[in-house]
């Protein structure tokens, strides 16, 4: 069955998607703004992070202590995620409590009082949290590829929680200003899914957030990322780990370009599939060498990174990357083959039910779906596009996207190089 | 739901949700590191790992894409009292995934050079967990609470154990605790409960029963003094890190301390499987109020998790950057206090039963979250035990809780662990 949601459109320009479910008396509500890490001010890296800790802290109307007992008492937890372009409201609560959370969620949303001492309080956590993550060489290791892939305070390549010194610097009026600028009802979607009709989803939103009222901002479209011509190589010493973590990435596609579905397939045979795709079967599966090995591709506004991680011991670093060059020799110079292909192919279309089967992964599709506009019948059309992709699709992708001699390679942990 | 046992002494619980053309099965052994001995710690998960490697009839070579092909998902996991396997796939896949956990069951390879691959990858897997702090401490901690019952060690093993063990111990173990009369299969999903119980019957009638399985016997003595332990490795942030010996699933004070952990630290719910994934609404509970909002703490939670026998109530914390562990540690034992000599309000009551009515019906969200947690319960004391969670929750009266807290959170009854970490060189 298609999802087949019903989006409206408000008078201000929100855009408001409901798909009815019946599996639980629940409701998923996913509030997406076009606000997110990429609209950090020019040296300020961070300041959406610390937005997202603090937005929920106290409204105009709400202290923080209501705001915390209208979510406890119901037994929700509401989630505030920043990615490179979006900054998301996320929570699930019972059918009965739908409209007092999306009102309080709304409220939160477009009148945060950011109180100095609840600012000072989650400036310290944020401090804390950059300190635990210094210690993770799987943090480390990927924020220091992304660095390097997305150079010259590119948005894609900065820290989403900025420096120790950004967030200290970060002041109530300066957030204020940048919610100001950046939060306004036409950059905003409201995702509802679960036991509640369309209709008055929309009624709910069209009361909740009609009267909210604030210019367009301006898209904030990244500069296309450049390709690095050669191979490079960073080592980040962590000495007190026991474990090496391996990130091993290039800049590959912009998510509207047609290619995008031979690049899923390509990605889900290299380093998916099954327990890692290729990746796992070498490195894990005959090698023994790590627990966990895989690639991701995150194909976005500008052209997204494919990244290849992987946990290690340190005796066994240098044989991991060469394994992973080899894979990609082989990926290159043979291609995949139709059988793999086809593999790929059919659980990517078989896991369609399976990944749209709960509110909450519902909500995050549709609010994809609306962010790159793929349309409201993209679940239905989503299996022919993966059909549409031929052996050679895949082949020039793999051949665009990934080559030894051009790999950004960073490895962090108990190693010295 | 629907329950049957074969002659061969197998458990299938069956439960149709038509909301999603999906089915999810999950075979489960009891058998977890509680049923493990010295020099042999590691090997239900060892074990788990290695019925992933095909089997008679499942070579090497095909297990890859055996169920991706039906768009399905696949996965397993060991704990201390159990070991599970799971297939999530469109329904027209349910025959293919009896087929998987029969042959999982019965013949299982254990090639000897798979097992030695796997060696590596296992103790890959244990040096990533060194690398969290927090993973690091509660091992060490629930290793300083138990001085006699097998909960003492962690389900990865201890390094030399793994380091030591042979393709016989694997393959001994795997002969003696994957039994039809030692496991439970779950089926929930888009399907017919009368053609599932034939699938099943069809599939595992003829697997022969094995040897009862012989359980260790030994029970946690009563802890009679507070106990300590100090991590001193670099690092860039302090945890700490309480344990007090709670009840199992079965035990009387359970539920009120599952009220009790709601009005701490915030309700989280009784799914394993989906609850802890993310955080629990915890901004208006005690904890969060003497820790986090006076700065003193960035982070505060509390883990109450059913098990078999008893185990560990947990209490987490981790300190803000400057702040000393045993101011941390004070205010947490102040609240503590606070709640053996006061008790909870009825208030508090009220409003965590409302969080843990709302988290069970969150914990439901999937038909593979549903199996998972009919079949948890039957591994720790029985499927109606689940059925049951709402009504013994809404039962749990203040004095109750007080019982459980003065039962509980007695000083000689704790364990206390702290991360204090070495400037990174």
């Given amino acids: 069955m298609p999802l087949s949601p019903i989006r409206t459109t408000l008078g201000n320009g929100l855009v408001v998607l409901a798909k009815p479910t019946a599996m639980t008396p629940s409701v998923a509500i996913h509030l997406s703004t076009r606000a997110g890490s990429a609209a950090d001010p020019a040296g300020l890296a961070g300041a959406t992070w610390l937005l997202s800790r603090v937005i929920d802290r106290g409204t105009v109307t709400r202290s923080a202590m209501d705001i915390a007992e209208e979510l406890d008492s119901r037994g929700i937890t509401l989630t505030i995620a920043v990615t490179r372009h979006l900054f998301s409201l996320v929570c699930t609560c019972l059918a009965d409590d739908f409209e007092p959370v999306l009102g309080l969620l709304g409220d939160v949303l477009m009148a945060p009082s950011i109180p100095d001492a609840e600012l000072a309080t989650r400036q310290k956590q944020v401090v804390t949290s950059i300190r635990q993550d210094e210690d993770n060489p799987g943090v480390r290791s990927t924020e220091a590829l992304m660095a390097l892939l997305y150079p010259d305070g590119h948005p894609y390549g900065r820290r989403t929680k900025g420096t120790i010194e950004t967030v200290e610097s970060l002041t109530r009026d300066r957030l204020l200003a940048l919610h100001a600028e950046r939060f306004a009802p036409s950059t905003t979607t409201a995702v509802v899914v679960g036991d509640v009709e369309p209709a008055r989803a929309h009624d709910v939103a069209a009361r909740v957030f009609g009267a909210w009222s604030r210019p367009s901002p301006p898209p904030i479209v990244p500069p296309p990322a450049v390709r690095p011509a050669a191979r490079r190589r960073l080592v980040v010493p962590m000495m007190n780990k026991a474990q090496a973590d391996i990130a091993y990435g290039f800049t590959t596609i912009r998510r509207r370009d047609p290619r995008y579905y031979a690049f899923w397939l390509m990605n889900n045979v290299f380093g998916q599939y099954s327990l890692g795709g290729r990746l796992g079967d070498s490195i894990r599966e005959r090698q023994g060498m790590a627990y966990y090995v895989s690639s991701s591709l995150d194909a976005n506004v500008v052209e997204g990174p494919l990244v290849v991680r992987a946990g290690v011991s340190p005796a066994n670093v240098d044989r991991a990357v060469a394994s992973i060059d080899e894979e990609i020799v082989k990926l290159v110079t043979d291609g995949v083959t139709q059988q793999e292909v086809d593999d790929s192919r059919q659980f990517l279309i078989g896991s369609i039910p399976r990944a749209l089967e709960t509110n909450a992964a519902i909500a995050n599709f549709l609010q994809t779906e609306e962010f790159f506009g793929l349309g409201l019948d993209y679940d239905a059309r989503l299996p022919d596009l993966l059909r549409a992709v031929t052996l050679d699709d895949v082949n020039a992708a793999a051949r665009d996207a990934v080559a030894v001699d051009r790999a950004t390679v960073v490895i962090a942990g108990p190693y010295a190089g | ?425």
């Fill in chain 2, 1 to 425: 739901m629907r329950s049957a046992t074969l002659d061969n002494g197998l458990k299938v619980l069956v439960r149709e949700e038509h909301t999603a053309p999906l089915a999810s099965v999950w075979c489960w052994y009891k058998v977890g590191s509680k049923d493990e001995r010295p020099g042999q710690t590691g090997v239900s998960h060892w074990v788990e790992h290695m019925n992933f490697k095909g089997t008679t009839n499942i070579p090497r070579d095909q297990v890859k894409g055996i169920i991706e092909r039906f768009g399905g998902s696949w996965n397993g996991y060991t704990w201390i009292d159990q070991t599970t396997y799971l297939e999530t796939a469109t329904k027209d896949a349910l025959d293919r995934m009896l087929f998987i956990e029969a042959e999982r069951m019965a013949n299982g390879l254990y090639h000897p050079d798979d097992c030695e691959s796997e060696r590596t990858v296992i103790i890959a897997e244990l040096e990533g967990g060194e690398n969290d702090p927090d993973q690091l401490l509660d091992q060490e901690l629930t290793a300083t609470a138990f001085k006699a019952h097998p909960y003492r060690h962690p389900t990865i093993g201890w390094v030399s154990d793994l380091r030591s063990m042979t393709r016989d111990d694997l393959y001994g173990y795997y002969r003696r605790y994957y039994v039809p009369n030692n496991a439970t299969l779950v089926i929930v999903g888009d399907v017919n409960t009368d053609e599932a119980l034939r699938n099943a019957e069809r599939r595992f009638g003829a697997i022969p029963a094995g040897t009862a399985v012989e359980r260790i016997r030994t029970e946690e003595p009563e802890q009679t003094g507070e106990r300590r332990l100090t991590i001193r490795k670099p690092g860039t942030a302090a945890y700490l890190k309480l344990g007090y010996h709670a009840p199992s699933i079965a035990g009387e004070h359970f539920f009120p301390l599952l009220i009790l952990d709601a009005v701490l630290t915030g309700a989280k719910g009784l799914n394993l499987w989906s609850s802890f994934r993310s955080a629990p609404p915890q901004r208006s509970t005690r904890l969060y109020r003497a820790l986090v909002e006076k700065r003193l703490a960035s982070w505060v939670g509390g883990a109450l998790l059913p098990t078999e026998d008893p185990f560990l109530y947990t209490i987490s914390a981790t300190a803000l950057e400057g702040t000393p562990l045993a101011t941390v540690e004070a205010v947490m034992l102040e609240e503590l206090d606070r709640l053996v000599r006061d008790g909870v309000t009825d208030a508090e009551l009220t409003k965590a039963k409302a969080q843990l009515r709302a988290r069970l019906v969150f914990d439901n969200d999937s038909v593979t979250n549903i199996a998972h947690q009919l079949g948890y319960f039957e591994t720790i004391g029985g499927v109606e035990l689940f059925t049951s969670v709402p009504e013994r929750i809404a039962g749990v009266t203040v004095e109750q809780v007080a019982a459980a807290a003065r039962a509980t959170l007695a000083e000689s009854n704790r364990t206390i662990g702290w991360f204090d970490p070495l400037p990174v060189a």
